[in-house]
């Protein structure tokens, strides 16, 4: 039964760090897309992708490093990626993010 269990745990192992390196490239190509968008909503998925994939990277370290506390990581990440798309949305497609009405 050990012998098992250190084979799950090499295959946890080697498939986290599969994983790391996999987020790396994606963050990579996505900074690409942020400097070189041809347009602000392009930049706009970018940003949110870019998000998601710290959300990916958080999670990968929760299970590397054996700690409950960056699952609370993981869902402010979420919560605050979640505020931030809804503002780029409000402000690409009004020009402002909050409406006064000055009247």
Not at 1 to 18: E, H
Not at 66 to 91: E, M
């Amino acid at each position: 039964m050990n012998a098992f269990l250190a084979m799950t745990d090499s295959m946890v192992t080697i498939a986290t760090i599969i994983s790391l390196v996999a987020i790396s490239v994606s963050l990579v190509l996505l900074l690409y897309r942020i400097i070189s968008g041809p347009t602000n909503a392009d930049r706009a998925v970018a940003l949110d992708a870019v998000g998601m994939n710290m959300m990916g990277v958080a999670a990968l370290m929760a299970i590397i490093i054996p700690t409950t506390r960056l699952n609370d990581v993981v869902l402010l990440i979420g919560i605050l990626l979640f505020i931030g798309t809804i503002g780029i949305a409000k402000y690409l497609e009004k020009g402002v993010i909050i409406d006064r009405n000055l009247d």
